[in-house]
C-alpha cells in the first residue's frame, strides 16, 4: 500500500512539473523570450529533469534546419527532405565523426503536415522503461508549443517587416508627390499637361517646368535606372541639385550636364543612372536650347503636323565619372508647337502579341489633336497606350508631358 502510494506521488510529481514546464515556456512566448532561450527552457525540460539526454530538433522553416543538438556525438547533417525521418528502423546520422542512432522519431504536425522532427534516445542502457516511451506524449505536445511559438515569432517579425516597409513606401510616395507637380500655374507663353504613374508605390521618373528669371523657363524629365525606394529617394535628390545647378547656369548645359553627373556618381556610387532630357526656352527669342542624356527622344511637333526628335546630347548621368563627349542641340518653337516628353514606359509598353506601343503611335494620337487643350492630348494618348496593351501588366514606371506653345 506505501509502495503504491509512493508511485502515485511521484507520477503527480511528474505531471506536476510537466504542467510547470509547459507554463514556463508558455509565460516565455508571452514574455517574447527569444529564440535561444525557448530552446534553451526546452532543453532543459527534456534533458535535465526527465532524463532525455539525447536530443536533436529539427525545424522547417522554408528549408529544414537544426534548431537543437545535444548529447551527440557526431556532426549534424544537413536534411533536404523530409524523408530522411522515414527511414525504416533506426534514423541514423551520419558524418566523419561517426554514426549515431535513435531508437524514436517523433514528428510535429500541423495541417498533417510536418513542420518539425525530434529524434530522441537514452544515452545508456538501463533498467526499467526508457524516459523517452515513458515521456513521448509529453515531449511531442512540448515541442508542439515549441515550434508553433517559433513560427508565430517569425511571421510577427516578418509582419513587423512588411509593415515598416510599408510605411516607408508611404513616404516615399508622399515625397514624391511632393517632387513631381501636379498642378501647373497659368503661362502666358506655354500651356502643360503631365501623367505620371509608377510601376510600383513609388518609383523613379520626374519631370518639371520652371523659371530660371522673366525670360527663361526651363523643361526636364528624367529616369532612374531600376525602380521603387531606392530610385524614388535618388531621383528627389537629383531634382534638388538640378534645380539648384540651373538657377547659376542656364546658359551652359554643358557644365550643368557636368555638375549633375558629379552629384548622381557621388550618391549612386555607380550603381544607378539617370536618364535626363533638359531644355531651356527663352520667352522672347521663341527658341530653346536642350541637351539629351541619354533619354528617350521627345518629340517636337509643328502645328502642321511635322516632327523632330530631339536626340543630341551624351549619355545618362553616373554612366562615367567624367562624360565622354557632350553635344547640345537648338529648336526654334512656333506657335502651336508641341513638345512630348516621355519615358520607356510609355512607348516601349507591349501588347498581348509582345508589340511595343512605339513612337509612331504616340505621333498618330498627337496629331490627330493637332490645336486641342494639352489636357486632352494627354488623355488620349493614356487611354491609347491602356487600350493597346489589353490584359498585358504594366512592366515600369510611365511619364508623359505636353508642353503647348502658345
Known amino acids: 500500500m506505501a509502495h503504491s502510494v509512493q508511485r502515485l506521488e511521484q507520477r503527480l510529481e511528474v505531471q506536476d512539473f510537466k504542467l510547470n514546464a509547459l507554463l514556463d515556456v508558455t509565460q516565455g512566448i508571452n514574455a517574447r523570450a527569444s529564440e535561444s ?51 525504416e528502423g533506426n534514423v541514423q546520422l551520419h558524418s566523419s565523426d561517426g554514426d549515431e542512432d535513435f531508437d524514436v522519431v517523433i514528428p510535429v504536425l500541423h495541417d498533417e503536415e510536418p513542420i518539425a522532427y525530434v529524434l530522441a534516445g537514452d544515452t545508456e542502457e538501463g533498467k526499467g522503461v526508457s524516459p523517452v516511451v515513458k515521456h513521448l506524449r509529453f515531449i511531442e505536445l512540448l515541442t508542439n508549443v515549441l515550434i508553433v511559438a517559433l513560427q508565430n515569432a517569425r511571421l510577427e517579425q516578418r509582419r513587423v517587416a512588411q509593415e515598416a516597409t510599408r510605411r516607408e513606401l508611404e513616404l516615399a510616395a508622399d515625397l514624391q508627390t511632393m517632387l513631381v507637380p501636379a498642378d501647373w500655374p497659368q503661362d502666358r507663353d506655354v500651356d502643360v499637361a503631365a501623367f505620371y504613374k509608377p510601376h510600383l508605390e513609388v518609383g523613379g521618373d520626374y519631370y518639371d517646368v520652371f523659371s530660371v528669371d522673366d525670360d527663361r523657363l526651363v523643361f526636364c524629365m528624367a529616369d532612374v535606372s531600376g525602380k521603387g525606394i531606392a530610385a524614388a529617394f535618388l531621383m528627389s535628390n537629383f531634382q534638388a541639385n538640378l534645380r539648384a545647378i540651373f538657377q547659376y547656369e542656364p546658359n551652359d548645359l554643358t557644365k550643368v550636364v557636368t555638375r549633375l553627373n558629379r552629384r548622381v556618381m557621388d550618391n549612386a556610387k555607380g550603381e544607378k543612372y539617370i536618364t535626363l532630357f533638359a531644355a531651356v526656352y527663352n520667352r522672347r527669342t521663341r527658341e530653346f536650347q536642350y541637351i539629351n542624356c541619354g533619354h528617350n527622344p521627345p518629340v517636337l511637333m509643328s502645328a502642321d503636323g511635322s516632327t523632330r526628335q530631339l536626340e543630341l546630347g551624351c549619355c545618362g548621368l553616373g554612366m562615367f565619372s567624367e562624360i565622354p563627349s ?17 519615358t520607356d514606359g510609355l512607348v516601349e509598353q507591349e501588347n498581348t502579341d509582345d508589340v511595343p506601343f512605339g513612337m509612331q503611335r504616340m505621333e498618330e494620337v498627337v496629331r490627330e489633336r493637332r490645336g486641342m487643350p494639352v489636357e486632352v492630348v494627354q488623355n488620349a494618348l493614356i487611354d491609347a497606350v491602356r487600350e493597346f496593351k489589353g490584359a498585358e501588366p504594366s512592366f515600369d514606371d510611365t511619364a508623359l508631358m505636353v508642353v503647348r506653345f502658345k
Open 326 to 342: 557632350i553635344e547640345t542641340g537648338r529648336a526654334e518653337v512656333h506657335s502651336g508647337s508641341t513638345l512630348l516628353c516621355y
Open 37 to 87: 532561450e525557448l530552446i534553451e527552457k526546452y532543453r532543459v525540460t527534456l534533458a535535465e529533469n526527465l532524463g532525455i539526454h539525447r536530443l536533436v530538433l529539427y525545424a522547417n522553416d522554408g528549408s529544414w534546419k537544426c534548431l537543437l543538438s545535444c548529447g551527440v556525438g557526431v556532426e549534424i547533417p544537413k536534411v533536404l527532405d523530409p524523408a530522411f525521418f522515414e527511414q
